[in-house]
């Protein structure tokens, strides 16, 4: 009884600390950094205020560099080829990524994502790439979304069906705000190589074997108990 | 061990050296119970289907938090999921395995529980954030539990490839 207590303890302790962040800190591989949300949601546990993020694009004989602007906790990428910026009269063009607070709630959409706004000192003149990481406590958006205010219209601008895990990635053509989600009402089609239910089914099989398993082995033990038991009355009987 | 979790971490970093990173430690891992009897280590063959049995149930408590919250989970490519199972039977080869044995026989149960505790959490110190270490202490402190209270080193292996290859 007092074994089972210890391990029922620790298992309690155990559960205790695991639900204070965010699921998958195991070592099989590195560990999902966690998102830091500008609106948590309240099982993300500890959470940090996500980064901005700033860029200086050098012009080089009248034609912008090839750069990327990311957010310091790498929430955001924005690629950008040579020549991506109108560079009349610049010698750099700057760019910004800040992240949006309060978070925007747009009617008929769910946004998975922070929204992030992207600003540069130059307008664009060829499509950016746009990658944005996702939470693995959010349900996984299904597009990008852009604006030119916080408040919308949100457009949405696609999303390419080879994204990493926890990623989804777009081109863009005009820089604004942008989120990732996925429209009101509709399941969401999951993000590259993950999925929805693996996790419940297997500790459903689990609880099952233990279960099918279990039972059959505490009869036996409690059988070969009896019968040591009665070989112990047998002995103490004989004189 | 220390120095080879830490190398494992900083190498594992490094574009296309995880897989190679985790199966070399993992390795090198199991190497230190190089001579010890498996009796010794835990990893004997009596009561296998308890042990196992046992190892599920681990297993349970461990995804339990994640199965609670998570709406998905990325699937392990092969390369990946062959990885994560040599580096888990490896850190419970050497942690609660051949270091648990010495610090028991050095200075008893109870120091071998708190000891691979403390090791097991310092090993994971490069690799995880601050914020999950003390969830990562807690695993350990239960497997270390396990280890001496059931004299067992199968289920401890058991819950934590099943927790690696799950998330």
Same mark, same amino acid.
């Given at each position: 009884?007092? &074994?089972?207590?210890?391990?029922?303890?620790?298992?309690?302790?155990?559960?205790?600390?695991?639900?204070?962040?965010?699921?998958?800190?195991?070592?099989?591989?590195?560990?999902?950094?966690?998102? =830091?949300?500008?609106?948590?949601?309240? /099982?993300?546990?500890?959470?940090?205020?996500?980064?901005?993020?700033?860029?200086?694009?050098?012009?080089?004989?009248?034609? %912008?560099?090839?750069?990327?602007?990311?957010?310091?906790?790498?929430?955001?990428? /924005?690629?950008?080829?040579?020549?991506?910026?109108?560079?009349?009269?610049?010698?750099? !063009?700057?760019? *910004?990524?800040?992240?949006?607070?309060?978070?925007? =709630?747009?009617?008929?959409?769910?946004?998975?994502?922070?929204?992030?706004?992207?600003?540069?000192?130059?307008?664009? /003149?060829?499509?950016?790439?746009?990658?944005? &990481?996702?939470?693995?406590?959010?349900? *996984?958006?299904?597009?990008?979304?852009?604006?030119?205010?916080? =408040?919308?219209?949100?457009?949405?601008?696609?999303?390419?069906?080879?994204?990493?895990?926890?990623?989804?990635?777009?081109?863009?053509?005009?820089?604004?705000?942008?989120?990732?989600?996925?429209?009101?009402?509709?399941? %969401?089609?999951?993000?590259?190589?993950?999925? =929805?239910?693996?996790?419940? !089914?297997?500790?459903?099989?689990? /609880?099952?074997? !233990?279960? !099918?398993?279990?039972?059959?082995?505490?009869?036996? &033990?409690?059988?070969?108990?009896?019968?040591?038991?009665?070989? *112990?009355?047998?002995?103490?009987?004989?004189? | 061990?220390?120095?080879?979790?830490?190398?494992?971490?900083?190498?594992?970093?490094?574009?296309?050296?995880?897989?190679?990173?985790?199966?070399? @430690?993992?390795?090198?891992?199991?190497?230190?119970? +190089?001579? +010890?009897?498996?009796?010794?280590?835990?990893?004997?063959?009596?009561?296998?289907?308890?042990?196992?049995?046992?190892?599920?149930?681990?297993?349970?408590?461990?995804?339990?938090?994640?199965?609670?919250?998570?709406?998905?989970?990325?699937?392990?490519?092969?390369?990946?999921?062959?990885?994560?199972?040599?580096?888990?039977?490896?850190?419970?080869?050497?942690?609660?395995?051949?270091?648990?044995?010495?610090?028991?026989?050095?200075?008893?149960?109870?120091?071998?529980?708190?000891?691979?505790?403390?090791?097991?959490?310092?090993?994971?110190?490069?690799?995880?954030?601050?914020?999950?270490?003390?969830?990562?202490?807690?695993? @350990?402190?239960?497997?270390?539990? +396990?280890?001496?209270?059931?004299?067992?080193?199968?289920?401890?292996?058991?819950?934590?490839?099943?927790?690696?290859?799950?998330?």
């Amino acid at each position: 009884m007092k &074994r089972a207590a210890l391990l029922g303890l620790a298992a309690a302790l155990y559960l205790a600390a695991a639900w204070t962040v965010a699921p998958g800190f195991y070592d099989g591989f590195a560990p999902p950094q966690p998102y =830091n949300f500008v609106c948590p949601p309240p /099982i993300a546990g500890a959470n940090l205020p996500p980064k901005s993020g700033h860029l200086v694009i050098m012009v080089i004989n009248g034609v %912008s560099d090839a750069n990327s602007a990311f957010t310091d906790d790498g929430q955001l990428v /924005i690629g950008f080829l040579p020549g991506s910026f109108d560079v009349t009269g610049k010698t750099q !063009v700057t760019v *910004d990524i800040t992240p949006v607070s309060p978070c925007p =709630n747009p009617p008929g959409l769910h946004f998975s994502t922070n929204a992030y706004q992207v600003a540069a000192d130059a307008p664009l /003149i060829k499509s950016a790439t746009l990658v944005m &990481r996702y939470s693995n406590l959010a349900t *996984d958006p299904s597009f990008v979304y852009r604006a030119d205010s916080p =408040n919308g219209p949100w457009t949405n601008i696609g999303a390419s069906p080879q994204a990493q895990v926890y990623t989804i990635d777009t081109k863009t053509d005009k820089l604004g705000y942008f989120a990732a989600g996925y429209p009101a009402g509709s399941v %969401s089609k999951g993000g590259g190589g993950a999925s =929805n239910q693996i996790l419940p !089914v297997t500790i459903a099989v689990l /609880i099952v074997l !233990v279960l !099918v398993g279990g039972l059959p082995v505490t009869i036996l &033990r409690r059988r070969q108990a009896r019968r040591g038991a009665a070989i *112990d009355e047998e002995d103490d009987e004989e004189p | 061990m220390l120095a080879v979790e830490w190398t494992r971490a900083l190498v594992a970093s490094a574009p296309n050296a995880a897989v190679p990173a985790l199966l070399l @430690g993992g390795g090198a891992l199991a190497l230190t119970a +190089w001579g +010890w009897p498996a009796g010794t280590l835990g990893l004997g063959r009596s009561r296998l289907g308890l042990r196992v049995l046992g190892g599920l149930a681990l297993a349970i408590v461990l995804l339990l938090p994640a199965a609670a919250r998570v709406t998905s989970v990325p699937i392990l490519p092969p390369a990946l999921a062959a990885a994560a199972i040599a580096v888990s039977i490896g850190e419970e080869i050497a942690f609660r395995g051949a270091l648990f044995s010495a610090l028991e026989d050095a200075a008893g149960g109870p120091v071998a529980v708190i000891g691979s505790t403390a090791l097991w959490t310092a090993a994971h110190a490069l690799s995880h954030p601050a914020e999950f270490l003390p969830a990562v202490a807690a695993a @350990g402190l239960l497997f270390g539990l +396990w280890r001496l209270l059931c004299r067992d080193l199968v289920g401890p292996i058991i819950g934590h490839v099943i927790a690696d290859l799950a998330l």
